[in-house]
Each structure stands twice: as structure tokens, then as C-alpha cells.
């Protein structure tokens, strides 16, 4: 799977702290942080309801913006699992 990148800003203090919990769970910190935006996707995705494939469509094509209601207990039908 193709991956995106993204260029993160962050303050010296938190990426220090953030590479000792990297180093404590084993991963590095890019992973430490993917690992930590998946906790927080699922988190909004339990409280709001699952972020539907026609939503993620919306990123690349606003001008087709409409408003997608959430759908709660459906099957996650992302391509890779949170």
C-alpha cells in the first residue's frame, strides 16, 4: 500500500518524550505517532460512527461536498484495519 507523507511540526520537548514512548512500545517514532492517529480514528469512529469510503472520496473531490450522515455498526470497508 502506498504511503502518504506528511511533514509534522512538533515541539522539541514532545518528540523527545515521544521517542522515549516510541522506544518503550519498540517502534519508531513515525510509527509510534500512525499508531497513535489509528487509536484516535477509532475513538471519533466509535463515538460519531464509522468515516464512510464516500466521505474519504470528499478529501480529493470537495466540489462534490454534500453531508454524509454517520453510519454506526457497519462493516469498516477502509483498506486496511484500525
Known amino acids: 500500500m502506498d504511503q502518504t507523507r506528511f511533514t509534522l511540526r512538533i515541539h522539541p520537548l514532545i518528540m523527545k518524550k515521544l521517542k522515549v514512548i516510541a522506544d518503550h512500545n519498540g517502534r519508531s517514532v513515525n510509527k509510534e505517532i500512525e499508531q497513535i492517529l489509528k487509536w484516535i480514528i477509532d475513538d471519533f469512529e466509535n463515538k460519531c460512527g464509522k468515516i464512510r469510503t464516500e ?3 470528499l478529501i480529493d473531490h470537495p466540489e ?3 453531508k454524509i450522515e454517520p453510519v454506526k455498526d457497519r ?4 483498506l486496511f484495519k484500525l
Open 55 to 57: 466521505e474519504l472520496d
Open 64 to 66: 462534490k461536498k454534500a
Open 75 to 78: 462493516p469498516m470497508d477502509m
